[in-house]
């Protein structure tokens, strides 16, 4: 699956009047449900505490109904950068390990002929599907022994762990796409495996490494019960965690307009990631599933 | 010559390989193998959380824990319910992904939004949009005039599981549609074509050729999505905390406040094991179907 969705490619043939009506129905309808509650989240984040509250629903504040206000008290009330701050140096250490770890592994499978190449990929295959509250319990023991609760480490680690399968599945079915003539003209030009590996196929797997970074970069922005686990310390907690955390004083004080913003602070930093690689993101995805 | 050349490549195949085995061993077997041995001692408040085997009682427990099986039946009721939704609508979706029309590069951007969207947050989202009082859910309803005073959604325990269903199919939907896009796009339009003549209807391509194709990426997003639904922990402990009265409370959420709560370590571990084994289960199955679909795709074309 190496080519994203390409443009203009007709695949359907119906008759024309009637696609003529139910498609822009149906794109339409497709649209609705996948920003209908980010748009509601967003609106909420802007309102004032008074349109907040209003019944019926305010669908169209006036000039009057919006504010920044939220964002302000979001940012009394708690550390929000701190969480961003968090959030980015674990996704970011753990998707750079992931790839360190990964991409070699992969290389190997997909290149050179190792005993018990397929119970090392059944068993990467296998764990892809194992959800996380399975480890957590194991993981916690490990946290302990070593000291590492309340330290990055004890998220770095797991969240590089199970970005690996994804990371081995999609690199891998990249290096068995990429033509062998390169590798074989540099050993005979003498190059050791290491140096061949560094100099001549490195610069030619960086955007395979890129699409499946972001892949990796978003999973681990996103996870929950490792970070909900193993930090308990407030200025060290990551976005997902922090933001499920954000109670009222009491029980039946729920901020929504804060809420709001937190959660529309926290996405942003994906929405970009989709925006900007759409396509590589479905690539990685495509190609991690399918050819897994 | 060649010998020592292969005995380099392979030297060099175990170095790449064996820091990524060691770190999925570290973090995916041990807690699994950990859990086993665990499960056949007591550890909890009782006896100061020093462990004391006691053999297969935690399993014998198991059996007797309705709470357990409460869970379990939700976990099943979710799982069954998400997953049947999001493979219908993702199907929709892939097919409407896959016509020609302006802006379609935009509209493929909006489709996969959801899926990359932190789960947390996107449950706080649809705690606010399922609220009693502001929600906008009731608001609709009531503008529409089918309801007189708002639901409690999230108050009610059966009302709390189909909130939960509906969030869960927002956010998951879309990594559907993306597998099954990919499959619509590799199935030759000539195919179509020939339907077309024959002067099938779209229903009638629909099920002779498009269902038939993308069999195999149907069954793999189904093995993906059961197994992530049946471990499902983020977004309903946000939403409803597993609430009301136990309503929502799935198996990862039991095991989660058996450990994180009661300090039960054995018998969590016995939870856990339990739903590992469940797991492999229903994966296995999922897989031989898997198994025969491809089969039966690569003699169809």
Same mark, same amino acid.
């Given at each position: 699956?190496?080519?994203?969705?390409?443009?203009?490619?007709?695949?359907?043939?119906?008759?024309?009047?009637?696609?003529?009506?139910?498609?822009?129905?149906?794109?339409?309808?497709?649209?609705?449900?996948?920003?209908?509650?980010?748009?509601?989240?967003?609106?909420?984040?802007?309102?004032?505490?008074?349109?907040?509250?209003?019944?019926?629903?305010?669908?169209?504040?006036?000039?009057?109904?919006?504010?920044?206000?939220?964002?302000?008290?979001?940012?009394?009330?708690?550390?929000?950068?701190?969480?961003?701050?968090?959030?980015?140096?674990?996704?970011?250490?753990?998707?750079?390990?992931?790839?360190? !770890? $990964?991409?070699?592994?992969?290389?190997?499978?997909?290149?050179?002929?190792?005993?018990?190449?397929?119970?090392?990929?059944?068993?990467?295959?296998?764990?892809?599907?194992?959800?996380?509250?399975?480890?957590?319990? $194991?993981?916690?023991?490990?946290?302990?022994?070593?000291?590492?609760?309340?330290?990055?480490?004890?998220?770095?680690?797991?969240?590089?762990? !199970?970005?690996?399968?994804?990371?081995?599945?999609?690199?891998?079915?990249?290096?068995?796409?990429?033509?062998?003539?390169?590798?074989?003209?540099?050993?005979?030009?003498?190059?050791?495996?290491?140096?061949?590996?560094?100099?001549?196929?490195?610069?030619?797997?960086?955007?395979?490494?890129?699409?499946?970074?972001?892949?990796?970069?978003?999973?681990?922005?996103?996870?929950?019960?490792?970070?909900?686990?193993? !930090?308990?310390?407030?200025?060290?907690?990551?976005?997902? #965690?922090?933001?499920?955390?954000?109670?009222?004083?009491?029980?039946?004080?729920?901020?929504?307009?804060?809420?709001?913003?937190?959660?529309?602070?926290?996405?942003?930093?994906? #929405?970009?990631?989709?925006?900007?690689?759409?396509?590589?993101?479905?690539?990685?995805?495509?190609? $991690?599933?399918?050819?897994? | 010559?060649?010998?020592?050349?292969?005995?380099?490549?392979?030297?060099?195949?175990?170095?790449?390989?064996?820091?990524?085995?060691?770190?999925?061993?570290?973090?995916?077997?041990?807690?699994?193998?950990?859990?086993?041995?665990?499960?056949?001692?007591?550890?909890?408040?009782?006896?100061?959380?020093?462990?004391?085997?006691?053999?297969?009682?935690?399993?014998?427990?198991?059996?007797?824990?309705?709470?357990?099986?409460?869970?379990?039946?939700?976990?099943?009721?979710?799982?069954?319910?998400?997953?049947?939704?999001?493979?219908?609508?993702?199907?929709?979706?892939?097919?409407?992904?896959?016509?020609?029309?302006?802006?379609?590069?935009?509209?493929?951007?909006?489709?996969?939004?959801?899926?990359?969207?932190?789960?947390?947050?996107?449950?706080?989202?649809?705690?606010?949009?399922?609220?009693?009082?502001?929600?906008?859910?009731?608001?609709?309803?009531?503008?529409?005039?089918?309801?007189?005073?708002?639901?409690?959604?999230?108050?009610?325990?059966?009302?709390?599981?189909?909130?939960?269903?509906?969030?869960?199919?927002?956010?998951?939907?879309?990594?559907?549609?993306?597998?099954?896009?990919?499959?619509?796009?590799?199935?030759?339009?000539?195919?179509?074509?020939?339907?077309?003549?024959?002067?099938?209807?779209?229903?009638?391509?629909?099920?002779?050729?498009?269902?038939?194709?993308?069999?195999?990426?149907?069954?793999?997003?189904?093995?993906?999505?059961?197994?992530?639904?049946?471990?499902?922990?983020?977004?309903?402990?946000?939403?409803?905390?597993?609430?009301?009265?136990?309503?929502?409370?799935?198996?990862?959420?039991?095991?989660?406040?058996?450990?994180?709560?009661?300090?039960?370590?054995?018998?969590?571990?016995?939870?856990?094991?339990?739903?590992?084994?469940?797991?492999?289960?229903?994966?296995?199955?999922?897989?031989?179907?898997?198994?025969?679909?491809?089969?039966?795709?690569?003699?169809?074309?």
């Amino acid at each position: 699956m190496t080519t994203a969705f390409p443009e203009n490619q007709q695949t359907t043939v119906h008759r024309p009047s009637i696609r003529r009506f139910i498609l822009p129905i149906a794109v339409a309808l497709t649209v609705l449900f996948c920003l209908a509650p980010i748009l509601w989240e967003l609106l909420t984040s802007f309102k004032t505490d008074d349109a907040i509250a209003e019944i019926p629903n305010v669908y169209f504040p006036g000039p009057n109904q919006l504010t920044l206000d939220q964002y302000q008290k979001l940012f009394e009330r708690r550390p929000f950068l701190n969480y961003l701050f968090n959030s980015f140096l674990v996704s970011l250490a753990s998707t750079v390990l992931a790839l360190g !770890i $990964g991409a070699p592994a992969a290389y190997a499978l997909a290149r050179l002929k190792l005993q018990g190449e397929r119970i090392i990929l059944a068993g990467v295959l296998i764990v892809t599907l194992f959800p996380p509250i399975l480890l957590f319990l $194991g993981l916690l023991d490990i946290v302990r022994y070593l000291n590492l609760g309340n330290n990055y480490l004890s998220l770095i680690i797991p969240y590089t762990a !199970i970005n690996l399968p994804l990371t081995i599945l999609v690199m891998r079915s990249f290096f068995q796409q990429l033509p062998k003539d390169l590798e074989d003209a540099a050993r005979v030009d003498g190059y050791s495996t290491p140096r061949m590996l560094l100099d001549i196929v490195l610069p030619m797997t960086l955007p395979a490494l890129a699409t499946t970074g972001i892949l990796t970069f978003i999973a681990a922005w996103n996870e929950f019960i490792f970070a909900l686990t193993f !930090i308990t310390r407030e200025d060290m907690k990551t976005v997902p #965690v922090a933001g499920a955390q954000l109670g009222g004083a009491s029980p039946f004080e729920i901020p929504f307009g804060p809420i709001a913003a937190a959660t529309v602070l926290g996405t942003i930093p994906l #929405v970009l990631l989709v925006l900007i690689f759409q396509r590589r993101i479905v690539q990685g995805l495509t190609s $991690g599933a399918v050819k897994g | 010559m060649v010998d020592y050349v292969r005995a380099q490549e392979r030297r060099t195949g175990w170095l790449l390989t064996i820091p990524a085995i060691a770190v999925l061993a570290l973090v995916f077997a041990y807690p699994i193998l950990r859990a086993v041995w665990q499960s056949f001692f007591t550890i909890n408040l009782g006896n100061q959380l020093s462990p004391a085997f006691t053999g297969l009682d935690n399993y014998a427990r198991m059996a007797q824990d309705g709470r357990f099986w409460n869970t379990l039946w939700n976990t099943t009721i979710f799982t069954l319910a998400t997953v049947s939704l999001e493979l219908v609508l993702g199907m929709g979706i892939a097919l409407v992904l896959n016509q020609s029309f302006r802006g379609r590069g935009i509209v493929r951007t909006i489709a996969i939004l959801p899926w990359a969207l932190p789960t947390a947050l996107i449950a706080l989202a649809w705690t606010w949009i399922f609220n009693d009082q502001y929600g906008v859910v009731n608001d609709i309803l009531l503008r529409l005039g089918l309801i007189q005073t708002g639901i409690n959604w999230l108050g009610n325990p059966t009302l709390a599981m189909i909130s939960v269903i509906v969030a869960d199919v927002w956010k998951t939907t879309p990594f559907i549609s993306i597998l099954l896009l990919a499959g619509l796009q590799s199935i030759p339009s000539d195919l179509y074509e020939a339907q077309a003549i024959d002067g099938a209807s779209p229903w009638q391509s629909f099920r002779q050729v498009t269902l038939p194709l993308l069999l195999p990426q149907i069954v793999i997003a189904l093995l993906f999505r059961l197994a992530q639904a049946f471990g499902i922990f983020d977004l309903i402990s946000v939403m409803t905390g597993g609430g009301p009265g136990g309503g929502t409370e799935t198996v990862s959420l039991y095991i989660y406040a058996t450990v994180m709560r009661y300090l039960d370590f054995g018998y969590g571990a016995a939870l856990v094991v339990v739903t590992f084994l469940l797991l492999v289960l229903v994966v296995a199955i999922a897989s031989f179907f898997l198994n025969r679909s491809r089969k039966r795709a690569s003699g169809a074309v």
